[in-house]
């Protein structure tokens, strides 16, 4: 079995920062990317800001130059700073891991359960 575990969400001021931490647990052999997806009501998920184990990233265009992702590999964990917030970023944030589980040779997608983000004054 395998968890994502999300933490960080909040309300937030437009302009403000907040930093979504999810970290990676459980019976895992190889971790291939890590990222974030949002979903806000009645709109399709979308992919925010994805980090594969060559560190080559991807944001989605709407969050360059705000959105920061990194991760720290030995603790298996992905962080989204997110600056400069703008109520069009209230979300669902979910974490998200394409992964290989101990004892299986295809690897497999991985959610989290998703932490709000709401940015409103």
């Known amino acids: 079995q395998v968890q994502l575990v999300e933490s960080g969400g909040g309300l937030v001021q437009p302009g403000g920062s907040l930093r979504l931490s999810c970290a990676a647990s459980?019976?895992?052999?190889?971790?291939?990317?890590m990222g974030w997806y949002r979903q806000a009501p009645g709109k399709q998920r979308e992919l925010v800001a994805v980090?594969?184990?060559?560190?080559?990233?991807h944001y989605v265009d709407g969050v360059k130059g705000r959105f920061t992702i990194s991760a720290d590999n030995a603790k298996n964990t992905v962080y989204l700073q997110m600056n400069s917030l703008k109520p069009e970023d209230t979300a669902v944030y979910l974490c998200?891991?394409?992964?290989?589980?101990?004892?299986?040779?295809?690897?497999?997608?991985?959610w989290g359960q998703g932490t709000q983000v709401t940015v409103s004054s």
């Open positions: 998200y891991a394409n992964l290989r589980v101990t004892g299986t040779r295809i690897p497999a997608d991985a």
């Open positions: 459980g019976s895992i052999s190889s971790i291939y990317t």
């Open positions: 980090i594969n184990s060559g560190a080559i990233i």
